[in-house]
């Protein structure tokens, strides 16, 4: 039936553009910071951040230590990686979970469209946070360097911002590929947390044991491979390590996931 | 008066629910849902594999081990997984709120929160019952193929430790749970407790010495440490009962505090 | 407006929805009647694309759900008023509808209005909603987009009578005003009065559809009967089955198969005083409805055999 014909029969569609993707990005944006939970999450992502500056700036200024502005960004770092993840999952799961998948499915069907955006607004989320642990990183190397009387040593450099920016990005990409595979909040957290904490572990003992599992374990080990990234530019080998890690274990779950979501019958 | 009295609520054949009939509804209350299911299945199953490779690794390399390898091993997924199970056994029943039918039919709400308690305790006996019979297993395997002869060694303090351990963790999970009735803020809050907190509390004993003696005192997952090497000092356990009294007495109190006088929605 | 043709849903060996076709016509209430578990929630959410068939195919105005560009502006759907997250207030919820659809904040406004939620309401937490609270938040959010079709499932649950009496105008005038409305429930009497169609099923199958005076003719095959009371009920049924009418008691009177008219003139001829006489359509459809779907209910009379199974 052309669309001309269904509009005599039934409902006018001519007046009625699909909604555009800006809108749903930013329908989605809001969404993850209008409910207490997504409130505190942020809240507390920025506030770990500042917290972890604060007392590094205290030990440094107390012990003297030679630090430099990636050392304050690094800080910071330490426990949004932590956070961020948890971020991406909730803009999933958070969904399944309270079922309002229910409304943002039958107001826009097309839900790759909403994952899409959904994903983009994980990824502004995480770009805020990268911009607050820049700024106060600066704040507290500048302060440092007051308390120690010393010009501030500006050591980052570019590389070393964009190994940042690609490592907090992952780390919130990889929970939200965990749960759009499991569509549940504990599960993906869990699993998160396994694979963040405790798969690097028994690669390490596995590789420290066996010299054959020693050449194997960089391709699998995406967060060794991630750490890389501060020390730009890569080698080619070093870039294989990221893309084969990071095709296991960002973008199978997340392929996985988006079928499941695509398919599923959302209740 | 010459109105009749109105006729009392006929209690008397009706005893108050046994103690032991709440820890029972409370430990299947763990099993029957696909959640929870799932989680002790991903236990046994996470620990039988952990052995798998374990053993296959150490045969294949000719390692010389002993029992206490095998258990350390089953102590990875048994410590994330177990006190997992801790948290969602107190905030499922707010996330999915049958808390409103578990405390109609139980209105004293401290029995619930004992009997949960004491049905966690269980769970962390039954893990101990199976990690040991599995790591048993892997040892005896391990003998056969690799014709080494086998150490037990000081098996029985080992497995007190585990269960002290285990429970430690499980409880800590629920106090977690029980201070922030939601599943997600739960587990996330152990593992920053269990995964991040240790990695500042480090580097802070490295920088400086007074931290350093402080830390035992105060880090939590740091005290439970010598736990699993062997029997502990007298110095040890007043490390172990201090900085649990921070990590986990004091949240388990303002938790059940809380769930006394919550309004159940 | 809405076509369901040849639609099948089947869980496993389990059959939801088992093959059905029905049409919901413009300026026009269809009710979606049918007991609990007969197939009706299935239909809705097949309908708007959350859950896809296993065969058949649903199209609204033509187009299947997913080709409606902004859905919202055209279709209306309230399928479960609790699924909202508990954490965002009611206002919010409202806010992040018009935000999609792309509507004035000043809409939001219209529908509290609508609703009768008021601005201290609208600020609270969903979690501390009653569900009637919850689900007028759900037909505001329905009604949000202006749609030209609305999809309600179970509105009237959780309202009170006057809430019942309210959304019922509100749907009629909706109706009236060119709309086109399905809606379901599980109580005959709550569609009834509002449903210009009706749309009866159980077990996933269609039993009986039409309007309510359509769907009466074929209750009492053709026959209309009525319902009498006087005070001698002994002397006016005797009176009647002389003329050859059926008598059956029926409450506290008669049911008879005659015209009112008639039953009034044996009356008068016989000098009974009457104290109520009426149509005896009255628990016709109720009565129809629990038939069509006795297959289907979980309640049954226990009907002993009288051999005892060995």
Redesign the interface.
Known sequence: ?S?L???S???D?SG?????FG??F??EL??SV?????RWLVGITVGAALL?ET?FLI?AA??N?DSAYGDFVAAAA??SS??LP?IGI?LVS?EW????A??T??????RMRIVWAKMLAGMSLTAFVIAFALMVGLVCNLLFAVIQGQSPDWTFGWSGFFGFLINQTFAMLGGFALACLFL????S??VY??YK??VP??LGI?SA??VWFSHFAPWIDFQAAQAELYDMPLTGSQWGHLIVSGFIWLVVPLGVGLWRIR?A??? | MTVLAETPLNVTGTRKIAFERLVRVELRKLADTR?GR?LLISVAALTALVLVIQLW?VV??D?QVDFSDFLLAMN?PMG??LP?LG??SVTSEW?QRTAMVTFALEPSRLRVVAAKLVSVLVVSVGALAVGLLLGALAQLLYGVLSGNELVWGSAGTLAFNYLVSWVLGMVTGFAYGALLL????G??VY??YS??LP??FAI?AQ??DWFDHLRPWIDFSFAQGPLLQGSLTGSEWAHLATSGLIWLVLPLVVGIWRINRAEVK | ?IKVEGLTRAYGSFIAVDHISFECR?GRVTGFLGPNGAGKTTTM?VM?????PTAGDVT????H??D????????G?L??A???????TGR?VL???A????LPSSRIDEMLDLVSLDAREAKR?VRNYSLGMRQRLGIA?ALLGDP??LILDEPANGLDPAGIRWMRGLLKGYADRGGTVFLSSHLLHEVEQIADEMILIGNGKIVARGTRDELLRGATGGATTTLVTSLDNDHLAGALEEKGHEVHPAGGGLRVTAEPVEVGRVAAEKQIVLTDLRAGHEGGLEELFLELTADTQREHDVVPTGEPSA
């Open positions: 039936m669309s014909a269904a509009g029969y039934g409902i569609i009625t553009p699909a909604i555009p809108r749903l930013r329908v809001r969404k209008n409910t207490r939970a997504g972890a007392i030990v107390a012990k230590l330490f426990t932590f956070l948890i909730m958070s979970s309270q079922r309002t229910m409304t499915f039958t107001l826009e069907p097309h549940n909040t504990p599960a957290i869990v947390v396994v904490y405790v572990t028994l596995g044991l066996m398919h019958e959302v209740k | 959640a799932w690794v294949a390399q390692l990875t994330i997984l997992v948290v969602m996330s939601n599943s997600a803020a587990i996330v593992f920053v995964f991040v990695i500042p802070g920088l400086m | 407006m413009q959410r708007v694309g959350l859950t896809p609204i105005g033509g187009l759900y997913a409606i560009p902004n859905p919202g502006r055209h279709v759907v399928l479960d609790s699924a909202q997250h508990e954490g965002r919010e806010e992040i509808g935000r999609t659809m792309g937490r959010h030209s079709v």
